[in-house]
T-cell receptor, first 113, second 113 residues
């Protein structure tokens, strides 16, 4: 039973355009959500997070939106750069156990020059 | 500030053997978590340690164990290795505060032959 789903295995965008990565969850106990970026042969790198009391969080080119009623979150990258090409993982936790993350399967983002 | 350090980076073992993986968290981080990443199952939570105590454990057999030392460094042990244990093992540390993100190391790639 996949509690966190990233339905797009891959996404390709042009440099300078917006990248939108999507994530759906089923567990209503989740109250903390994170996005990680992963390059080959490296561990996941924390990008941005959002708690369930907010619906938007921004950090530079990265913005995460949370729609609790739809159990959906998205990561917007504007403008996209070739260095953003990586696998992006959505993760969630709940009940104060922020060390126990449930991950989606990831979306491979390719930003073309 | 140094990141999460995992050793060794690569390991090759044969079925039936045991293996110990090591993790040094970010300075000041007292929570250490371990995750397994495989192509089929994605990233899955193994267990978490805080102040030398295991607080939570994922759905893995008892062959997977760990411990944490007084300096917050952690080790993970897998006994009686099986082919299916071949995976990337990731260690992550955090401040163990509400909504503090996990920071991952680059992992240990274990191959069981």
């Amino acid at each position: 039973d996949q509690q966190v789903k990233q339905n797009s295995p891959s996404l390709s965008v042009q440099e300078g355009r917006i990248s939108i990565l999507n994530c759906d969850y089923t567990n209503s106990m989740f109250d903390y959500f994170l996005w990680y970026k992963k390059y080959p042969a490296e561990g996941p790198t924390f990008l941005i997070s959002i708690s369930s009391i907010k619906d938007k969080n921004e950090d530079g080119r990265f913005t995460v939106f949370l729609n609790k009623s739809a159990k959906h979150l998205s990561l917007h990258i504007v403008p996209s750069q070739p260095g953003d090409s990586a696998v992006y993982f959505c993760a969630a936790s709940g009940g104060g156990s922020n060390y126990k993350l449930t991950f989606g399967k990831g979306t491979l983002l390719t930003v073309n020059p | 500030k140094a990141g999460v350090t995992q050793t060794p980076r690569y390991l090759i073992k044969t079925r039936g053997q045991q293996v110990t993986l090591s993790c040094s968290p970010i300075s000041g981080h007292r929570s250490v978590s371990w995750y397994q990443q495989t192509p089929g199952q994605g990233l899955q939570f193994l267990f978490e340690y805080f102040s030398e105590t295991q607080r939570n454990k994922g759905n893995f057999p008892g062959r997977f164990s760990g411990r944490q030392f007084s300096n917050s460094r952690s080790e993970m042990n897998v006994s009686t290795l099986e082919l299916g244990d071949s995976a990337l093992y990731l260690c992550a540390s955090s401040l163990a505060q509400v909504n503090s993100p996990l920071h991952f190391g680059n992992g240990t790639r274990l191959t069981v032959t």
